[in-house]
């Protein structure tokens, strides 16, 4: 999940000290406030490469030493004076930055949305890659027809924050747990991005983080700064500058991760279960601006489905597709009035369900010492219907839903004249990016949309519990599903649980009023699994036992991260999705602490055999 996308502006990232010491890293003292320790980390990129860190306390003016895969040339005049003339303007730029912005920064307190002493607090505290690891211990046993590989992304900062920091700006790291022959193999690493290239050659990160940073006189002040960094040539652009740090989806022999800040970057698991990034993937040049981390793929077309937002230049929304080959369809230029945030969308058989919500981005608010992203109460959230084979917009009908802001949207399906979305409708809207007095909330809800009145009604399933982070059998997405499995978060952030709703209610729903199904909250629960006191995990992944369409609807497993606050330590959690207590199976302990993060994809071991270059 990724908040902003600054096109070319900024981007996304994060700041740790690091130092060459192998595999150590700040994280064996997680549960530590972070401002006691935070010396880190060599990271090995890839199996291949392995480039040396040097800790970011040296002087900029110093050089910058790297393993060299070549044999070592003597440099040329006139490059030694340009590595000079970098040097120093690294220099001068540091120190105009330590003496202007970071005094700017230090005036006040910071928002709890980015002060790192709570973003990166606990189990929210990054970790150093690890190499693959076999034969890991399992207490229960893994059902036979699990043979693949579950991947989950979320951010973790190579480098400490020298300001604000929010979860949402950290630097993409998969972790990776491989199935094979009844074997479990784990590990971690992170996406190498252009961007993280960049801050690794100078030990630091320099680019300003778009919701941690950048709000108000000092942010500003650092975009000013990157402004001159690359008007310089000491940052380069032209590769793009996302985090990769949101989602994870496998489509036509590519494992693609993900933030909507930038094209997805193409990562390829090794035979021995090892993950390496390949570069940023704009399938083979069709693709030439950003993709949202939650593209929807059509298992029963192959296809692939996106939105694009751009918050600087029109148009600021834009939907295409992938056939199952990977050609590219031509894009839709969506009219919106203001450059928004659109996380999430949906797809049904015949429609792109396209939200137009209130969150949008105001980069002249920071003049007035605010946020750019900005809660527009009295705007109408309303839902864009496109025919899915439509190559412009002249057919697209916009129907209005008042009061209403999803940020997820789980499945989506039509009904005679209705569409009818499950999704997950969270207040304020704003709270996970600015500083709210209410705690954030987000309530299952059934939205449905009539195409023949242009009319919207809502109504919450659960309201008892927030619920987010989830999916349904990906069978089912874009039409009618039962079942949709979510994650439980209380205490917000923190995940406690898991609930597998029945979207179809209690068995006599037809025979009660609408004042009674909204009153039997408890009814649409189907089961629930509680982690243990002080343990709390993440986004259920489903994965079924059969792919055939005969299957029922929820034959299958849960998977799930699980990380114990008092010891430390992490597993994988195998749950039987058809129990009435989601029982669960198996649990992998794992090698190293996983970090609390954002969303995955299961890659069956079919899908494995067809993996493919870019």
């Known amino acids: 999940m990724h908040a902003l996308n600054y096109a070319s502006a900024f981007t996304l990232t994060s700041s740790l000290k690091i130092t060459s010491s192998k595999h150590t890293s700040f994280n064996t003292i997680a549960q530590k406030p972070i401002h006691m320790q935070y010396n880190v980390i060599k990271t090995p990129l890839s199996p291949r490469s392995t480039p040396t860190m040097i800790n970011s306390l040296i002087s900029p003016i110093l050089p910058h030493f790297h393993v060299q895969s070549q044999p070592h040339t003597l440099p040329s005049m006139e490059h030694t004076r340009r590595n000079l003339v970098e040097r120093l303007l690294h220099a001068l730029l540091d120190t105009i ?39 890991l211990h399992v207490q229960g046993r893994i059902p036979p027809t699990i043979e693949g590989i579950y991947v989950r992304n979320g951010p973790n900062p190579m480098f400490k924050p020298v300001a604000g920091y929010n979860f949402f700006d950290g630097d993409g790291m998969l972790h990776a747990v491989r199935f094979k022959q009844g074997n479990v193999s784990y590990a971690n690493r992170f996406t190498c991005t252009y961007r993280l290239q960049q801050e690794m050659k100078l030990g630091r990160a320099f680019f300003p983080k778009s919701i941690g940073e950048l709000h108000g006189h000092s942010g500003l002040a650092r975009l000013m700064l990157y402004y001159v960094r690359c008007a310089f040539g000491l940052v380069h652009t032209c590769k793009g500058v996302g985090v990769a740090n949101t989602g994870a989806v496998f489509f ?20 021995m279960g090892d993950l390496k990034t390949l570069g940023r993937y704009d399938f083979n040049g069709q693709l030439k601006s950003s993709m949202i981390a939650h593209p929807k793929i059509d298992i029963r077309t192959g296809e692939l489905f996106a939105l694009g937002y751009d918050i600087i230049q029109k148009p600021f929304l834009k939907c295409f597709k992938f056939s199952a080959d990977g050609k ?59 025919p899915r084979n439509d190559v412009n917009e002249e057919r697209m009908t916009w129907i209005n839903v008042p009061d209403c802001f999803c940020f997820h949207l789980w499945n989506a399906w039509e009904e005679n004249e209705e569409i009818v979305i499950i999704a997950s409708c969270m207040t304020p809207p704003d709270g996970m990016f600015n500083e709210a007095s ?12 009539n195409m023949t ?51 179809s209610g209690p068995k006599k729903r037809n ?25 709390y995990g993440g986004e259920p992944m489903f994965v079924p ?29 195998i749950l039987d999705a058809r129990s009435p207590t989601l029982q669960m199976l198996a649990s992998v302990k794992l090698p190293t602490r ?21």
């Not at 649409?524 to 982690?531: L, T």
């Open 97 to 135: 930055e330590k003496m202007i912005v970071t005094r700017l920064e230090t005036n006040g307190p910071l928002p709890s949305t980015a002060d790192p002493k709570i973003q990166l607090h606990g189990n929210f505290f990054p970790v150093p890659e690890n190499e693959v690891q076999h034969e």
């Open 252 to 271: 036509n022999g590519h494992l693609l991760a993900m933030s909507e800040d930038d094209l997805p970057y193409a990562v390829k698991f090794s035979e």
């Open 328 to 386: 590219k369809s031509p894009e839709v230029n969506i009219s919106v009035k203001q450059p928004t945030m659109v996380h999430d969308f949906a797809i049904t058989e015949n429609y792109i369900v396209v939200p137009d919500q209130q969150i949008i981005f105001q980069l002249q608010e920071m003049l007035k010492g605010g946020s750019p992203v900005v809660y527009v109460k009295d705007k109408m959230p309303r839902f864009g219907l496109l």
């Open 438 to 449: 209410q705690s954030v909330q987000s309530i299952l809800s059934e939205i449905r949309l």
């Open 453 to 503: 009145t242009k009319t919207s009604s809502r109504r919450p399933l659960i309201s008892s519990m927030t619920l987010e982070a989830g999916q349904v059998n990906k069978r089912f997405l874009g039409h009618k599903s039962q079942f949709v499995y979510l994650a439980i978060v209380d205490p917000w952030p923190k995940v406690c649980g898991i609930a597998k709703v029945d979207l």
């Open 511 to 535: 025979a009660l009023s609408l004042q009674e199904l909204e009153q039997c909250d408890d009814h649409h629960i189907a089961a629930k699994f509680m982690y243990p006191r002080d343990c």
């Open 545 to 573: 036992r059969s792919s055939t369409a005969s299957t029922p609807e929820d034959d299958g497993y849960l998977l799930t991260f699980m990380h114990n606050e008092n010891t430390n330590k992490s597993e994988l959690l």
């Open 594 to 614: 996983v970090p609390y993060g954002l969303h995955g994809t299961f890659i069956t071991s079919e899908e494995l055999e067809h993996q493919n270059d870019i």
